[in-house]
């Protein structure tokens, strides 16, 4: 079947660790993003990559990283940076920019 | 630092009466809408689309309205069922330099009751 993939489904993490977040898809899709979800807000973007090896800032990227290395993942790193990193995160592809986005089930993230 | 986002208006409506649920765009230039739907603790859904040149576009069970004199865009559900309970979200999209980009509505809690 082809989708977008996201694991782990619940991830914690102590102060001070970096840790990182795995998206992958089959989809063939060029443009990938990572979101932020905070409980009863909406979506923020972090991280969008249009095409491998190039990826761009969102609207909250400080104390995050990414890659792009392969078109089918899309890998967050939350660094120890990130102030406050409990949250929901959610990877998403399309075929470009402002088309469809095809999410996947997101992973919640837990700073014990 | 970072701001933090609003929280999200609710909506609660009786099972089996007609919800509408509204979206108010911010850019002229957007030329693609669409509807998302988000259940508890999963990934958006797609429900519907709506290109710029239509004022409205009909699914199963809902349908989507544009008014692009005032910049609103409005997701009709028919015959509201409990597992329509959820965030809905629309989306718009445009172009932004060499890019182009959907931006994200603040998203609406949609209750329903039994």
């Known amino acids: 079947d082809g989708g977008i993939t996201q694991s782990p489904k619940y991830l914690f993490r102590k102060e001070g660790q970096n840790v990182t977040l795995s998206c992958e898809q089959n989809?063939?899709?060029?443009?990938m993003y990572w979101y932020r979800q905070d409980p009863g807000q909406g979506l923020r973007l972090i991280y969008y990559?249009?095409?491998?090896?190039d990826f761009q800032k969102g609207d909250i990227a400080e104390g995050y990283s990414v890659s792009r290395e392969k078109k089918e993942s899309f890998p967050l790193t939350v660094t120890s940076a990130q102030k406050n990193p409990t949250a929901f995160y959610l990877c998403?592809?399309?075929w470009g920019g402002g088309s469809e986005a095809f999410f996947g089930q997101g992973t919640r993230l837990t700073v014990v | 630092g970072e701001s933090v986002g609003l929280h999200l208006p609710t909506l609660s409506v009786q099972e089996g009466d007609n919800s509408i649920i509204n979206c108010a765009y911010s850019n002229s230039a957007s030329d693609y809408f669409i509807w998302y739907k988000q259940e508890s603790g999963k990934g958006p859904q797609f429900i519907i689309d709506i290109r710029s040149n239509m004022d409205k576009r009909q699914g199963q069970r809902v349908t989507v309205l544009l008014n692009k004199t005032v910049k609103h865009l409005s997701l009709q559900i028919a015959a509201t069922q409990p597992g329509d309970s959820a965030v809905y979200f629309c989306a718009e999209a445009l172009n932004a330099g060499n890019n182009r980009k959907l931006i994200w509505g603040l998203g609406t809690s949609l209750a329903v009751n039994p």
């Open positions: 998403a592809s399309s």
């Open positions: 989809l063939n899709h060029d443009a």
């Open positions: 990559s249009q095409i491998v090896n």
